[in-house]
């Protein structure tokens, strides 16, 4: 992305940030406090062994069940922070919530992309998606088993079995 484009959407963002009702001096502590809530959740979901599920929330995909339970317990906690530090009613700190959190995950998804440990993980997770499952592989061993017909001939009675 060229950075004009970034500098743009930032701006966009910011005023509508202010056409929600934040004060100009408030709009770099909801994101300070957002960006500070979002690498908190983080590690404390990475710790719990949801790595898969973070990832698809940081990507942006949360149709799924797990998922979605932890994006929604993000915007619950971003809710909650953002009503105690800025002290601001919860219809306001909703439509904060609903505006700064798709460009702060997509900054912390760049940044983990960009991180030499994350690299290395990703990479195991890809290897793992090409691995077929152990169920996969038994369906597939019944699979063969049932449609094979093994092609032998009887030998004629004056030719030797070995030779």
């Known amino acids: 992305m060229p950075v004009p484009f970034l500098q743009r959407s930032h701006a966009f963002a910011a005023q509508l940030l202010h056409k929600a009702g934040l004060k100009a001096s408030q709009i770099p502590q909801a994101i300070q406090v957002t960006r500070e809530t979002v690498e908190q959740w983080l590690q404390k979901e990475l710790e719990s062994g949801n790595a898969q599920q973070v990832l698809e929330v940081l990507k942006g995909h949360v149709q799924e069940k797990g998922p979605k339970l932890l994006f ?7 809710l909650v922070r953002l009503m105690l530090h800025l002290g601001i009613r919860s219809a306001l700190a909703s439509n904060i919530v609903t505006l700064i959190l798709p460009f702060v995950l ?6 983990a992309r960009q991180n030499p440990k994350m ?11 090409q691995m077929p499952t152990l169920s996969q592989i038994k369906s597939r061993i019944k699979e063969l088993g049932q449609n094979f017909s093994p092609n032998r001939t009887n030998p004629p009675s004056d030719q030797p079995l070995f030779i």
């Open 119 to 129: 690299q290395a993980w990703w990479r195991e997770q890809e290897w793992r998606e």
């Open 72 to 78: 929604d317990k993000l915007k619950d906690m971003l």
């Open 106 to 111: 997509k900054r912390i998804f760049d940044l």
